[in-house]
Structure formats: C-alpha cells, structure tokens
T-cell receptor, first 115, second 111 residues
Framework: EAGVAQSPRYKIIEKRQSVAFWCNPI?????LYWYQQILGQGPKLLIQFQNNGVVDDSQLPKDRFSAERLKGVDSTLKIQPAKLEDSAVYLCASSLVLRAGGEQFFGPGTRLTVL | DAKTTQPTSMDCAEGRAANLPCNHS???????VYWYRQIHSQGPQYIIHGLKNNETNEMASLIITEDRKSSTLILPHATLRDTAVYYCIVRVGSNTGKLIFGQGTTLQVKP
C-alpha cells in the first residue's frame, strides 16, 4: 500500500513569509498527526485530527500556525508569518484507529529552512 | 514531556545482537511501551510495542521487566541498515494517539 505522502520535501523561505505543507495519509486512516522535529531533537506533536475534527492542538502555536483537514482525508499545515525558530522538519503521520495500540505511519517530512 | 530515559548513544558490531535499554519508572498500568526508530533523513518507523508481556515480531523483541519500570529492545542480528536513532515511548493515555518522543538512543552498527 502507498505510504504517507508529503510535499514539498524541502522549502526555504525568509522570515515573515508564509508557507504551507501538504499531507495525504494512508487510505482509510482516520487519524492524522503533524509533528515538528527540530534538529537534534525528537518529534513534537503539533496537532492531531480524528477524521476532520481536532483531537489535540495544545502544542500548536496558534498565533502563527494553522492546520485543516476539511474532508477528513488530506491536510494542510500553514505557518504565517514564519520565524527563524520554525526551521525544522515537519512530519505528517497517520493511523488506522485512535487508541493506544494504533501504530502510526510517518511520511518522509518537509524540511523547512527560515532565513 | 517524555517519561523515558535512554542512553544517548550505543555501538554494536554487525551480526551481533543490539540491546537497547529504556527506563520508564513512572509508567501507569494502562500505558504501553512503544519503540520507533528514525533512519537519517526519514520519518520515524514503528518497531514494536507491548503492555506487560514480552513481544516479538520480524524486526525485534521487546522485553519488559515484571515491574514494568524498564524495558529492552533487542535487534537479534544487527546490520548496517539498523544504524538509526531509536526512541522508547510511553503512550500517553488509553484513548489518545499522542506519542511523546524523547532524545532517543543513536545506535551505530559497525562492520
């Protein structure tokens, strides 16, 4: 089966610009996650969707970050305006069920560099 | 914040077993232990998980102590392709998918 797709793979922008990342989860996966991974650290959850509803966005900097999953399938994460500290890899993951035993499948990530 | 403690780095000879330890002394009765790994420039990959009993799959074995305060991931015959950062994660809650990653252990498999 196809894995989690993300685009673009790389993005370079200047601070105060806007950027958007796209994720297409594995077909049939109801739960979708966005993680931020800063160099040298483990991934940190930004937001979690169950179908098109938000389950957890407690770590999402809502003054500049937004995410949506309008039809319960693919999702977009936006940063507006970007700061230098937003330089990171943005990982999308999906899982079949929302429970403790549900394995998460990760995409390859989008590497963002903010200059 | 992560509730696990792992060594920062480990080396292993190719073909030998790699034993990666993890401490999770504050684990609750309904929390699972998960292991993921992340090969350079890729997204994390699920390896194995367990609650109380030892588990084995085609990739690895997971040994959980009886008091559940620590566990060991075992790669029985490490290859160069197993070089990666290995994350031990305690799953938060029984009905949420949230994973809290720590720093992980960088495993270097050497020829």
């Amino acid at each position: 089966e196809a894995g989690v797709a993300q685009s673009p793979r790389y993005k370079i922008i200047e601070k105060r610009q806007s950027v958007a990342f796209w994720c297409n989860p594995i077909s049939g996966h109801a739960t979708l996650y966005w993680y931020q991974q800063i160099l040298g650290q483990g991934p940190k959850l930004l937001i979690q969707f169950q179908n098109n509803g938000v389950v957890d966005d407690s770590q999402l900097p809502k003054d500049r970050f937004s995410a949506e999953r309008l039809k319960g399938v693919d999702s977009t994460l936006k940063i507006q305006p970007a700061k230098l500290e937003d330089s990171a890899v943005y990982l999308c993951a999906s899982s079949l069920v929302l429970r403790a035993g549900g394995e998460q499948f990760f995409g390859p990530g989008t590497r963002l560099t903010v200059l | 914040d992560a509730k696990t403690t792992q060594p920062t780095s480990m080396d292993c000879a190719e073909g030998r077993a790699a034993n990666l330890p993890c401490n999770h002394s504050t684990i609750s009765g309904n929390e699972y232990v998960y292991w993921y790994r992340q090969i350079h420039s890729q997204g994390p990959q699920y390896i194995i998980h367990g609650l109380k009993n030892n588990e084995t799959n085609e990739m690895a074995s997971l040994i959980i102590t009886e008091d559940r305060k620590s566990s060991t991931l075992i790669l029985p015959h490490a290859t160069l392709r197993d070089t990666a950062v290995y994350y031990c994660i305690v799953r938060v809650g029984s009905n949420t998918g949230k994973l809290i990653f720590g720093q992980g252990t960088t495993l270097q498999v050497k020829p």
